[in-house]
């Protein structure tokens, strides 16, 4: 059974840093690509960013782009998301979510149960 | 960036009515590189289409996807209880990988 683990929200003020985690366990983690994706609250999904499987590939949406780095390590099963430069409109909760294939360009089909980032003062 | 636009924002509709969701690309979505995803509130979201129109493993097949470059629609067949949600499209076939807004379906 796929399972991810998101760890690491919680409250930051504005310009601070948080690393979240990701847990990955039930499948061969780097087989496949992985990203985050967060909600806002009361909001829609916001696509953050992605890595292939390898971990030689990383993309990400043009609002954290310079702030964000995405990365994995595939001998922990674990992925991980370095946010810097938090704003007030990062506040979100964030998924973990798993691709269909390795490559960056596939779709989610698992998805973790989220963590709270709240950027305040 | 490509921005997808959904509609209707909100679909008022009864159990065992069809429903018909609609999402447009503003530019050609490559090798149909569009996902559906279902959410309920206090939860995550559920794959349901891939690829335009594969469904997803385990999901009903009152549930189907269509449409190819800018235009796509997911149809519900007939609503059960559990359908009422917010349905969410996504195209993945270039970055960043953008998602709709949603359409929430709830009880008329």
């Known amino acids: 059974e796929v399972q991810l683990l998101e760890s690491g929200g919680g409250l930051v003020q504005p310009g601070g840093s948080l690393r979240l985690s990701c847990a990955a366990s039930g499948f061969t983690f780097s087989s496949y690509a992985m990203s985050w994706v967060r909600q806002a609250p009361g909001k829609g999904l916001e696509w953050v960013s992605a890595i292939i499987g390898s971990g030689g590939g990383t993309v990400y949406s043009n609002s954290v782009k310079g702030r964000f780095t995405i990365s994995r390590d595939n001998s922990k099963n674990t992925m991980y998301l370095q946010m810097n430069s938090l704003r007030a409109e990062d506040t979100a909760v964030y998924y973990c979510?798993?691709?269909?294939?390795?490559?960056?360009?596939?779709?989610?089909?698992?998805w973790g149960q989220g963590t709270l980032v709240t950027v305040s003062s | 960036e490509i921005v997808l636009t959904q509609s209707p924002g909100t679909l008022s509709l009864s159990p065992g009515e069809r429903a018909t969701l609609s999402c447009r690309a503003s530019?050609?979505?490559?090798?149909?590189?569009l996902a559906w995803y279902q959410q309920k509130p206090g939860q995550a979201p559920r794959l349901l289409i891939y690829?335009?129109?594969s469904r997803a493993t385990g999901i009903p097949d009152r549930f189907s996807g269509s449409g190819s470059g800018t235009d796509f629609s997911l149809t519900i067949s007939r609503l059960e209880p559990e359908d009422f949600a917010v349905y969410y499209c996504q195209q993945y076939g270039n970055s960043p990988f953008t998602f709709g807004p949603g359409t929430k379906v709830d009880f008329k």
């Open positions: 690829g335009a129109s």
């Open positions: 530019q050609s979505v490559g090798s149909s590189y």
């Open positions: 979510a798993k691709s269909v294939s390795g490559a960056a360009y596939s779709n989610i089909d698992y």
